[in-house]
Structures are given as structure tokens and as C-alpha cells.
């Protein structure tokens, strides 16, 4: 017999409204304690200045830095045709580095974890979860003023 064709409904339930996804990313860092998170490929030298900047735009929101951790992405492993691409799509981190952020979250009892490079909303949800605080971008707390 001929069935008809089914709807493929997966992307329908994954996919939420712009401005739910944008009310999820908005995150109010004034008096906020946050750990910096940054993910630098080994070709970018200049990592701690682009890290002490970020430092200093959310300090001119009121937010504390009480920690700065740093991902960078070498050249070892993987070839060089790789150190623009996140060691993992779903967390952007390794695993040990995601590991050492979220008990960095925890002793230093951060508010939320801020990320120099830009997450998708996948990933957003993801370190969310696995962090124990909210996970954003730099440019979407940036983009709130």
C-alpha cells in the first residue's frame, strides 16, 4: 500500500522563536560574579590583551571577574586546517577544559560564565546545563547596553 508522506516535525521542535532564544541569552552582569572564559586558536598571539579587554568591558558594566580561563586550540593535534574549528560542537571546549570551568564556576560561586567567542544556542544550553550557571556570550551581554 502507499502511505503518504510524513512531515518531518523534528526541526519545528527544535527550533524556538527569535525572541525566546534571545531572552535566554540576555543575562544582567551588573553585580554579577562571572569566570571568563576565552577559546583561542594557536595563531592568535595577542589572546591575553583580547582577554583583559573583555575584562575590562564587563567591569565597565559592574560585573567582577573572579576568574579567566583559556582554551587554545594547537596546532599537535588535529593539523592546522582544524585550529579554526571548536574541539567540540555541542560544548565549543574540550572536555577537561569544560571540566575546569564548571569547578572554577563553583569555587569561585560565579553567577554565570562568560565566553569571549560567540555560542549557539546548542551549545549555550549545553554548558548551561553542565555548568551549573548560565553560560553566554560575550557579544550578547555586550549587545544588551
Known amino acids: 500500500m502507499h502511505q503518504?508522506?510524513?512531515?518531518?516535525?523534528?526541526?519545528?521542535?527544535?527550533?524556538?522563536?527569535?525572541?525566546?532564544?534571545?531572552?535566554?541569552?540576555?543575562?544582567?552582569?551588573?553585580?554579577?560574579?562571572?569566570?571568563?572564559?576565552?577559546?583561542?586558536?594557536?595563531?592568535?598571539?595577542d589572546f591575553m590583551t583580547l582577554m583583559a579587554s573583555a575584562a575590562t568591558a564587563l567591569a565597565a558594566r559592574?560585573?567582577?571577574?573572579v576568574g579567566q580561563i583559556v582554551q587554545r586550540r594547537g596546532?599537535?593535534?588535529?593539523?592546522?586546517?582544524?585550529?579554526?574549528?571548536?574541539?567540540?560542537?555541542?560544548?565549543?571546549?574540550?572536555?577537561?577544559?569544560?571540566?575546569?570551568?564548571?569547578?572554577?564556576?563553583?569555587q569561585a560561586n560565579a553567577d554565570a560564565a562568560v565566553f569571549v567567542a560567540s555560542l549557539t544556542e546548542r551549545q549555550r544550553r549545553a554548558l548551561t546545563a553542565i555548568l551549573g550557571c548560565p553560560a553566554v556570550s560575550l557579544s550578547d551581554v555586550l549587545a544588551d547596553d
Open 4 to 45: 503518504p508522506p510524513r512531515r518531518d516535525r523534528r526541526l519545528s521542535r527544535r527550533m524556538q522563536p527569535a525572541s525566546t532564544r534571545r531572552r535566554a541569552a540576555r543575562l544582567t552582569v551588573a553585580g554579577a560574579d562571572v569566570v571568563l572564559v576565552g577559546y583561542f586558536s594557536a595563531k592568535e598571539r
Open 62 to 65: 559592574g560585573a567582577r571577574v
Open 75 to 106: 596546532v599537535s593535534d588535529g593539523g592546522a586546517h582544524k585550529m579554526g574549528l571548536p574541539y567540540s560542537s555541542r560544548t565549543l571546549l574540550s572536555y577537561g577544559k569544560v571540566r575546569e570551568v564548571a569547578a572554577g564556576c563553583k
